[in-house]
């Protein structure tokens, strides 16, 4: 069982930043200012934004991959600056746009790799590890690539490789930065539909960055839209996916469509908002 979900632990379940304020360069502006965010717990929470608006740079910082100058991340209920490296990945799994694997390294290799937080130094691999490796390739969708060269995998299986490292790890907060980028439409659905289940039937707490507005709207359960390193709106997709928020965004006109059947929204963006004052 997951530490943070453990009965008998006395943390208390949650992702929260507080006056967070991220800059990569001292003289320059920040890239997050001052901003305030709650993740809610067992939820999906997507941020959405323009290129530039601090989107992947929050979610770095809530993750601890950036140290904000100033403001604080608690993470069930303590400072996550203060936690052990190894603490903190036995209960975060972050994949973000940057990864790179050796050309030989399996799928499975890669899987494995995702135990180390649960493993002493110089620790052999368990029967525990080999179940959990298992169990994460079935899980992604993987289990029939599970000895092929990640190199020779195309874009979407690659995902789904990774996406297996990081439920081998067996953390219970996924970040997931544009997750889909590059993907066809079919295995944007594949990602983006086996993120609901480990949700669903996980109980996962995921966060993901992504540039798709429908994407967003169909799986998000909350969104944070960003805009110049601030959080604009926030809220359920009806809440934030309104003409005037996207205008106030993204600086465009669109149509917002409700699919009745199914109860999801769909952004057609017609055209830019030229007078944004007056629009």
Request: aromatic content about 6%; proline content about 6%.
């Amino acid at each position: 069982m997951n530490p943070a979900s453990s009965p008998s632990t006395s943390w208390t379940p949650g992702l929260a930043g507080t006056g967070l304020v991220v800059r990569y360069h001292k003289h320059q502006p920040p890239v997050v200012a001052g901003q305030s965010v709650t993740i809610p717990t067992g939820k999906i929470t997507v941020f959405v934004g323009p290129n530039g608006s601090g989107k992947s740079t929050l979610l770095k910082a809530l993750a601890r991959q950036l140290t904000p100058e100033d403001g604080s991340v608690i993470l069930d209920g303590r400072d996550i600056a203060t936690l052990p490296a190894r603490e903190v990945a036995r209960r975060l799994g972050i994949l973000f746009q940057e990864n790179m694997a050796p050309n030989d390294l399996t799928v499975e290799e890669l899987a494995f790799h995702g135990r180390y937080p649960h493993r002493r130094i110089f620790e052999s691999v368990t029967e525990e590890d080999r179940r959990a490796v298992a169990e994460a390739l079935c899980l992604a969708g993987a289990r029939d690539l599970r000895n092929r060269p990640v190199s020779q995998l195309s874009a979407g299986q690659k995902q789904l490789a990774w996406i297996a490292m990081l439920l081998a790890q067996a953390p219970q907060y996924l970040f997931l930065d544009e997750p889909t980028t590059f993907l066809d439409l079919v295995h944007q659905f594949d990602v983006m539909e086996l993120v609901r289940r480990l949700n669903r039937e996980q109980g996962k707490t995921v966060l993901l960055v992504v540039h798709d507005l429908n994407l967003a709207a169909r799986y998000a359960d909350h969104v944070f839209a960003l805009r110049e390193g601030r959080i604009v709106a926030s809220g359920t997709p009806a809440e934030v996916f309104t003409a005037a928020t996207l205008r106030d965004v993204f600086e465009v006109e669109a149509q917002i469509i409700r699919d009745e059947a199914s109860g999801t929204l769909w952004c057609m963006p017609t055209g830019r908002c030229l007078n944004k004052e007056t629009a």
